[in-house]
C-alpha cells in the first residue's frame, strides 16, 4: 500500500511540476469556444447516418454531460437541429476546425510537455493534425451513436428468432454502453499514441486510456451530483451558470486525460529503469 501511495504521489508531484493546469484551460476555453459549430456540423453528418436521430444524440450526452449543463446543450441542439443549411455548414466547418484544432494544440502541448519533448510541429502541419483529430473525434461520437441505436436493432432481431434469450436483454444494453466506453477508450489511447511529437508505443498508453475514461464518466456522475445538492452556481453565475459550468466540467476531464498520460509516462519510465537494473 505504501509503495503504491508513494508512486502516486511521484505522479502527482510531476504533474505540478509540466503545470499541467494552464494547457488543461487553454484547451478548455478553445473546445467550448467550438462547440456550437462542432455541433452543427455533427448534427449535419448525422443527418446522412440511417436510422440515427437527434434523441440519439441527446441520449449518448446524457451519458456523458452533467445534469446541469444538459439544458444548454440541448437547447443549442434543439435551435440548429432544423436549421442546418449548406451554407451554415461551411461556416460551422471552418469554425469547428479551426477553434477544435486549437483546443487539440493545448492538449498536444500539454503531452509533449509530459514526455518532456521540447520539440514542435509546424504551424501548418499542427492544425492539420488536430483538426484530423477533431474529425476523429466526431467520427467516434457517430460510432457510438450507431453502436446505440443499430445495437438495440440487433437485440431486437436477436430476441425476435431467439426469445429463450430474452432473460439477457438488460445485460445487452449494459454490453452496448461499455462497448461505447471501449470506443472513448480508443480513442483516447489514439491521443496518448500519435498527438505528440514523439510517437508512443500503443501498447503502453493503455493504461491512461482506461483510466481516463473511467475516471472520465465517474467524476462527471460526481459532478452531477454536487451541483445538484451543494453548488449555488446559479446565484453567483446567474444565465452564464451553465457556460460556467462546462468550461469547469471540461477543464477537470482534461485535466483527467493529462493525469492519464503522467501515469503512462510513469509506467514507461519504471519499466525502463527495470530493464536497466536488469541488465
Known sequence: MIYFLVHCKQIYDKFVRDEITVYAAQASFFIVLSSVPFIILLLTVLQFVPAVQQSDLLYLLSRLLPIEVQPLVYTIIGEIYFKSSAALLSVSSIVTLWSAARGMQGIERGLNRIIGCPKRRGYVISRLINSGYTIVFMAVCVMSLALLVFGTVLQNLALRFLPFLRFLSPYLISLRSILSLIILAVFFTGLYTFLPYEKMRLKSQLPGAVFSTVCWILFS?????????????????????????????????????????????????????????HS
Open 221 to 277: 456522475f460526481a459532478f452531477s451530483l454536487y451541483f445538484k445538492y451543494f453548488s449555488r452556481f446559479s446565484t453567483m453565475y446567474g444565465s452564464l451558470a451553465s457556460v460556467a459550468v462546462l468550461m469547469l466540467w471540461l477543464y477537470f476531464c482534461i485535466c483527467i486525460l493529462f493525469m492519464g498520460a503522467e501515469i503512462n509516462f510513469h509506467l514507461s519510465r519504471m519499466e525502463h529503469l527495470r530493464k536497466n537494473r
